[in-house]
């Protein structure tokens, strides 16, 4: 066989093996691929969220239910009694307030004492002073004996109603008017007013200064026991309470009784501010029956 021949021979035979094995032997190898790892699609970084802060909205929501539910129940006795009444509570160390019936303007009575005491405090206040031993036993005669004579002395020592009056501008007072002349129980207010009456009584961020805060809260806490009744209806055991109450029986009103009942009860050191005030009564006893009712629903409500 010639050259040639077994040149072309050797390319044939070489051809058909390299066909048989692409056909039914080992499988082909794929290419190499990259070890680079595909790129992920872009996408936005994730925004920070912000970090969880307590918020008022449950506490606001329980306020919310404990006003309409004393709404409800307060709605409920006046519809069985025809008698006008108006009550205010605050708890200063939780936030909470409540008015009821905050249009009615009933007179004072005696609870305007209080505002009298204040404003003569605040007059020995602005002299750089305090209450002389005569003012101090004027206001324990007013305050814990609920005498018209030593209230009466007190108002003309203040100014009578303009005294009265520009007192009521150092303590807030939105619709308190003073009675005329030496009418001083005849004072209109508003229970939301007597609030603000016993907020400035009794916060240190109030007018008055610490001696005669404690001064006047003590012949509070004192009154005489005849006149204990009233918003102490609503305290419980370990409470201590100071109060000054008022009763009077209105010409205009027919000789109709207005009783009212305002003050402070304290438990480890947490303050109820409570202020009732009730109008056209036939009697001074269904006043008080009413004002430590309405007294008790507003400041056990719901009970603590």
Do not use: C
Request: overall charge positive; hydrophobic content about 45%; proline content about 8%.
């Amino acid at each position: 066989m010639s050259p040639a021949r077994r040149d072309a021979l050797a390319a044939l035979v070489l051809a058909s093996v390299s066909v048989a094995a692409s056909a039914g032997g080992a499988p082909s190898v794929p290419p190499a691929r990259s070890a680079r790892p595909r790129a992920l699609p872009d996408r936005a970084a994730p925004r920070p969220r912000p970090p969880v802060t307590p918020t008022a909205e449950p506490t606001a929501m329980a306020f919310r239910a404990r006003r309409q539910a004393l709404r409800r129940t307060l709605d409920r006795y006046a519809a069985a009694h025809p008698q006008p009444f108006t009550a205010a509570v605050r708890e200063p160390d939780t936030g909470f307030s409540f008015t009821y019936n905050a249009a009615l303007r009933p007179v004072t009575a005696s609870v305007v004492k209080v505002e009298i005491v204040i404003a003569a405090m605040l007059r020995a206040q602005r002299r750089h002073r305090t209450l002389t031993a005569t003012e101090r036993a004027l206001a324990g005669r007013a305050v814990r004996h609920s005498d018209n004579v030593a209230a009466t002395e007190l108002w003309h020592g203040i100014g009578g109603t303009s005294g009265l009056a520009a007192a009521g501008r150092v303590l807030g007072l939105r619709h308190t008017v003073p009675g005329p002349d030496d009418y001083w129980g005849s004072t209109v207010t508003g229970a939301a007013d007597q609030i603000r009456v016993l907020t400035a009584l009794t916060s240190a961020d109030g007018p008055l200064t610490s001696e005669h805060r404690h001064l006047l809260l003590d012949l509070m806490a004192r009154v005489a026991p005849e006149q204990a009744w009233g918003i102490s209806a609503a305290a419980g055991d370990g409470d201590e309470v100071a109060l000054k109450n008022g009763w009077l029986p209105r010409k205009p009103d027919g000789g109709l009784w207005t009783v009212n009942s305002i003050g402070r009860l304290r438990r480890d050191g947490r303050d109820r501010l409570v202020a009732v005030l009730t109008t056209r009564h036939t009697s001074m006893a269904a006043g008080i029956a009413m004002a430590e009712h309405v007294a008790a629903t507003v400041a056990r409500h719901p009970a603590r």
